[in-house]
């Protein structure tokens, strides 16, 4: 069956500090969700991507999707204590059936 | 954020004991889920529904089970507690639009079973 992973399974950076978290599932993808949990909290949407080889940007977070829509990726700029929590990526297969959520990987941030 | 609730937040409970979790949402959205999360790592899904007398069994072995009776309810139930049941349990639920089908969560209950 599709699997989805995540690496790293941890990241710590000092404040300030660029983040990259990596998604590869085993089959192509129709589309893939990106979501994070903050300590404590539960996961929250943070965007989809839909097109081979999409870019989309939030403020500091840039969101990468593969031209063979497999993997992923999310780069976080300038990194702040803010951005702290668990970062899932969640791929959904080519026959839109269930979505399947990565492990998770867990940022921390260093001030 | 979206309308979805869970009762219990938290429940402390003696072994043995059945429970129900409750889950409900507001926005009438066929699919729902319940996930189990021990804390920081990685959500399993033990239970979904894609309507009203709908219920699957997820990736992760589950002595719980479910029922859909209405679309905005999906209560999930342990008919004898053990300590192993300690955990998160995070119901979501999503409705599939064009090439999305975001899923939105609930606040989650703390469960420990003493």
């Known amino acids: 069956g599709q699997q989805v992973m995540q690496i790293p399974q941890y990241q710590h950076v000092q404040e300030g500090e660029d983040f990259t978290t990596y998604c590869n599932s085993s089959?192509?993808?129709?589309?893939i969700q990106w979501y994070k949990q903050r300590p404590g909290g539960h996961p929250v949407f943070l965007i989809q991507?839909?097109?081979?080889?999409e870019v989309k940007k939030q403020k500091r977070l840039t969101f990468q999707f593969g031209e063979a829509k497999k993997n992923s990726s999310l780069h976080i700029t300038a990194t702040q204590t803010t951005d702290v929590g668990t970062y899932f990526c969640?791929?959904?297969?080519?026959?839109?059936?269930?979505?399947?959520f990565g492990p998770g990987t867990s940022l921390s941030v260093i001030p | 954020e979206a309308d979805i609730y869970q009762t219990p937040r938290y429940l402390v409970i003696g072994t043995g004991k059945k429970i129900t979790l409750e889950c409900s949402q507001t926005?009438?959205?066929?699919?729902m889920y319940w996930y189990q999360q021990d804390p920081g790592m990685e959500l399993h899904l033990i239970h979904y529904?894609?309507?009203?007398?709908?219920?699957e069994k997820g990736d992760l072995s589950s002595e719980s089970t479910v029922s859909r009776i209405r679309t905005e309810h999906f209560p999930l139930t342990l008919e004898s507690a053990r300590p192993s049941h300690t955990s998160q349990y995070l119901c979501?639920?999503?409705?599939?639009?064009?090439?999305?089908?975001?899923?939105?969560f609930g606040p989650g209950t703390r469960l420990t079973v003493l």
């Open positions: 979501a639920s999503s409705e599939p639009r064009e090439n999305t089908d975001t899923q939105y």
């Open positions: 089959t192509t993808l129709s589309n």
């Open positions: 991507l839909v097109k081979s080889g």
């Open positions: 969640a791929g959904q297969g080519t026959s839109y059936d269930k979505v399947i």
């Open positions: 926005m009438g959205h066929d699919k």
């Open positions: 529904s894609y309507g009203v007398n709908s219920t």
